[in-house]
Structures are given as structure tokens and as C-alpha cells.
């Protein structure tokens, strides 16, 4: 159906912007849907030589509610594909672009300019894609302040030919002889091939496999599957050594409490990160050693004076920060 926009004044009823350039009612409208048409927006002032531009509030002066809402979408939706509008992947809150590499949210999440996700240096914007893509599947979240679930399946076998995952249900009465669609028979319990004498096998205890173990690498196709493991051990890594740190920064105020946990956090991100882009660039190898050896000696110093410890580990992140910008 055709758009159309109706304001709360009359038709001939004169608006401006700040530039004090006057137009009637009906010719703004007419203007704003042609912009809206040819995705030229903020609509421009009537004026071909004024650079005032209308913005949403302004338009709230002029558009009745439901053709406001309309002319914000349009908005938003423009801004937001020529990459001058912004949303934060945490909270949401929308930021116009200054042109600088990163911008940080008042939520406090650093973002990268060119895609609006979490600032990534120094793996590029379409690997970090991927990398989020796939640790979503693992059952992570792409931010370490919210809740991770590592999901796992437990009795389970792995046929001896090619490794398909089998679990058998709770039954006591379930038959132990497994045919994989490989074409190979094989032994629940012991996970050998089949034969007679396993008629009686008692086996040993199955596997427990975790999601890791199953989701496959095929869509990161830009990170190298060693290196998508390290990471993700990292992140893994962290979540296991999380209470350890809470129990010893239990003791500082809490405001410094909450910094400290959040500037470690953000270090094993960096880890992260610089694991995926160490075979591409040796300076993120090195400082992916750097990291490693800074994050053991301050979880293995555990009579050190942890408020130091932190401070140490946060000019560090600082100094990595700065220059990555």
C-alpha cells in the first residue's frame, strides 16, 4: 500500500527547522515521503542551500504520531545500512558513528565502528563474526558478563570407524550391540568391535562428550580449526577460574570488586581473540604468550596483595588497548 504522512496542523500551516526557513505544512510532508522514497534521510530542509537536516524530534513538531513512527523507522533503517547509526549488541542503545574505530557504550561494552559488535582487535570483522556465530552453538554468549551454559551429553560411545556419537537410553534391558549406519558393529560398553566373546563384555565407563566435541567448524571457514580450539579452552578456561578470582576479590569495596572482575574478564577476551589471529600475525602470537603467562602468575600468586595484582593486569590491558586504537 501506497505511504502516506498526515500532520497535526492544517496543510498551510508554515513550519521551519532552526534555520527559520519557512514551507507550508503540505510541502514538507510531500518532501519528507520523497525522501523517504529515494532513502535520503534526515529529509533536508526545503532550502536547497541550508544544511539543516530534519531530525526525530524536530519531526515530532511537524508529524502526527503513527507518521512519526513511520519517518523514525525509515530513519533508523537508513542510518543504520550506510553505517551511521550504531546498536549496541549488549543493551541495545543506538549511537551515531564518529568515524573512530571504536565507541563505547554507556552499558560500558567497547564496539567496533564497522559491524557494531564487541571491539575485536586484532581478528577481523568477519572471522569475529564467525567466532561468535559458532561459540553461540556451544551454548556461550558473546559477552562474559551474562549467564553461559556448556552443554554436554553424557554415556555416550563413538563408533570405532568413523566416530559418530551414540547414546543409548536408561533401560537396563537395551541391547549392548551397536550397528553404526558405517556399516560397522561395535560394543556399547567397551566400544570395540563386535564379536561373540562380547556377549559378556562388562566395559568400562562411557564418555561424557561436551558440545566442543560435536559442533562442527565447517562455517568458520576464515579461523583455523587448532586456533578456534585454543579460544575456545580459554573462554572455558575462564568460566571453571571465575568463583576462584570472586572468592579472592571478595574483600575489596565493591565498586573496585566489580572492576576487577570485569578487567580480567576483558583480558581473556583479548587471549581469545589473539589465539584466533596468531598464525595470521606473530605479533598477536607474542601477545597472546604475553597474556597467558601475566593470567597465570596473578591466578597463581595467591598470598600477593590482589588490589596490586589487578592494577597490574589492568595497565597491562590498557596498554594493549591503546594500541590497538
Request: charged share 20%; glycine share 4%.
Amino acid at each position: 500500500s501506497e505511504m502516506s504522512l498526515t500532520s497535526n496542523y492544517s496543510l498551510i500551516h508554515p513550519f521551519s527547522l532552526s534555520c527559520s526557513h519557512c514551507f507550508c505544512t503540505s510541502c514538507w510532508l510531500s518532501h519528507i515521503l520523497e525522501s523517504i522514497y529515494n532513502r535520503k534521510l534526515p529529509a533536508s530542509c526545503l532550502d536547497p542551500d541550508c544544511p539543516c537536516t530534519l531530525s526525530v524530534s524536530a519531526a515530532a513538531a511537524l508529524l502526527d504520531s503513527p507518521s512519526l513512527d513511520i519517518y523514525e523507522k525509515e530513519l533508523i533503517d537508513v542510518l543504520t545500512k550506510e553505517g551511521k547509526l550504531l546498536t549496541c549488541p549488549l543493551c541495545s542503545k543506538m549511537h551515531f558513528n564518529s568515524g573512530s574505530r571504536t565507541l563505547t557504550c554507556s552499558c560500558g561494552l567497547e564496539m567496533c565502528t564497522h559491524c557494531s559488535q564487541e571491539h575485536h582487535f586484532p581478528v577481523g570483522c568477519d572471522a569475529f563474526r564467525q567466532y561468535i556465530t559458532y561459540i553461540r552453538k556451544l551454548g556461550f554468549s558473546n559477552s562474559y558478563s551474562s549467564h553461559h551454559i556448556v552443554y554436554s551429553i553424557s554415556n555416550c560411545v563413538r563408533c570405532p570407524a568413523c566416530k559418530s556419537i551414540f547414546q543409548l537410553g536408561r533401560s537396563s534391558t537395551i541391547c549392548n550391540f551397536m550397528h553404526c549406519r558405517c556399516g560397522v558393529l561395535f560394543c556399547y560398553h567397551c566400544n570395540q568391535r563386535y564379536t561373540e566373546a562380547h556377549r559378556h563384555c562388562k566395559g568400562g565407563p562411557n564418555l561424557k562428550i561436551d558440545l566442543t566435541d560435536v559442533i562442527e567448524q565447517k562455517s568458520c571457514s576464515l579461523l583455523a580449526p587448532s586456533l578456534l580450539a585454543f579460544a575456545v579452552q580459554t573462554r572455558m578456561s575462564f568460566l571453571e577460574r571465575r568463583k576462584e578470582l570472586r572468592k579472592r576479590i571478595a574483600g575489596l569495596p565493591t565498586l573496585r570488586r566489580i572492576q576487577g572482575d570485569r578487567s580480567i574478564a576483558k583480558l581473556f577476551f583479548v587471549l581469545e581473540l589473539c589465539y584466533l589471529n596468531s598464525r595470521r600475525c606473530s605479533t598477536s602470537k607474542f601477545l597472546a604468550s604475553k597474556l597467558r603467562f601475566s593470567l597465570e602468575t596473578f591466578f597463581n600468586r595467591v598470598h600477593c596483595d590482589i588490589n596490586t595484582r589487578i592494577l597490574e593486569l589492568e595497565q597491562l590491558h590498557e596498554s594493549i588497548d591503546s594500541w590497538s586504537k
